[in-house]
């Protein structure tokens, strides 16, 4: 999907350069596509999972695991006092949906559902075992605080 946009800012930039600065058609095509190629790469070198899983969550997550296959669907929903809460639960293979983006992250399936994309990129996911306020903790840099 990001390539798709940028491809056609890429489009709309060899019009402009055609237009505004009178490059013959040959030359800015050529310019673009170049552009094009040098932004692809890039894009394609900065990519990251959306979010990352601490040790000692993913030490938890596999005594869940037990061997077998994990889905841990991850989102927002309403609620909360910032009018967001995050929401993790596990689930089965056949509950994905076609639009959900999956990554593996240290061997635990991540799904995270289109809507939520935005709002879980840059979260990281940890556990503790304490008493009190123990569990998974989601911490996100991008997320503003709510007082």
């Known amino acids: 999907m990001i390539l798709k946009l940028h491809f056609l800012g890429v489009l ?6 055609q237009i505004g600065l009178g ?3 040959v030359g800015s095509r050529l310019l673009a596509w170049r552009l094009h190629e040098t932004l692809t790469k890039t894009v394609e070198t900065e ?7 601490s040790p000692n969550a993913i030490e938890h997550l596999n005594k869940i695991k ?4 994990l889905y841990l669907r991850m989102g927002v929903k309403s609620g909360g006092c910032s009018g967001l809460s995050y929401v993790m ?3 089965k293979a ?4 076609e639009d959900d983006h999956v990554e593996l992250v240290e061997g635990i399936n ?3 559902d289109p809507k939520s994309m935005l ?5 990281k996911l940890d556990y503790s075992d304490q008493l009190i306020g123990g569990g998974f903790k989601f911490s996100n840099p991008n997320a503003e605080t709510s007082w």
């Open 12 to 17: 709309t930039l060899f019009l402009l350069i």
């Open 23 to 25: 490059f013959s058609p």
């Open 47 to 53: 990519v990251e999972t959306v979010i990352s899983i």
């Open 66 to 69: 037990n061997g077998n296959e």
């Open 89 to 91: 639960d596990i689930i």
């Open 94 to 97: 056949d509950d994905i949906q």
């Open 110 to 112: 991540c799904v995270i």
């Open 119 to 123: 709002y879980l990129f840059g979260l």
